[in-house]
């Protein structure tokens, strides 16, 4: 069966950290641009992190650059999201996708497929 499985979520308080995975089973994850996904409570699904797709590179939302990171465990079939310096405001359920590149001076868009979605809150 072929599908992305998130985990790692879970209650943190503000300035705390936490390490989402994204594991892929059915296929070989590092054939395709994974992309990480948020959608708070009333609000729209917003990218977080994909690939630009005119050069390949790592784009990164500006609300969490400097503290989300990347990685992979080609191993493991897994991706991972570092979330460090966590604020109220990330509050959100996290997914993954694959095919997921940001076109132009857009946001993240996806042709892929999700995962289930795990849900991090950032509350004292």
């Known amino acids: 069966q072929v599908q992305l499985v998130e985990s790692g979520g879970g209650l943190v308080q503000p300035g705390g950290s936490l390490r989402l995975s994204c594991t892929a089973s059915?296929?070989?994850?590092?054939?395709?641009?994974i992309g990480w996904f948020r959608q708070a409570a009333g609000k729209e699904r917003e990218g977080v992190f994909c690939?630009?797709?005119?050069?390949?590179?790592?784009w990164y939302a500006d609300s969490v650059l400097g503290r989300f990171t990347i990685s992979r465990d080609s191993e493991k079939n897994t991706e991972y999201l570092q979330m460090n310096s966590l604020k109220p405001e990330d509050t959100a359920v996290y997914y993954c996708?694959?095919?997921?590149?940001?076109?132009?001076?857009?946001?993240?868009?996806?042709?892929?497929?999700w995962g289930q979605g795990t849900q991090v809150t950032v509350s004292s």
């Open positions: 059915g296929f070989t994850l590092d054939y395709y641009a």
């Open positions: 690939i630009n797709y005119n050069d390949g590179s790592p």
């Open positions: 996708a694959t095919k997921s590149y940001r076109y132009g001076s857009t946001g993240c868009s996806t042709t892929g497929f």
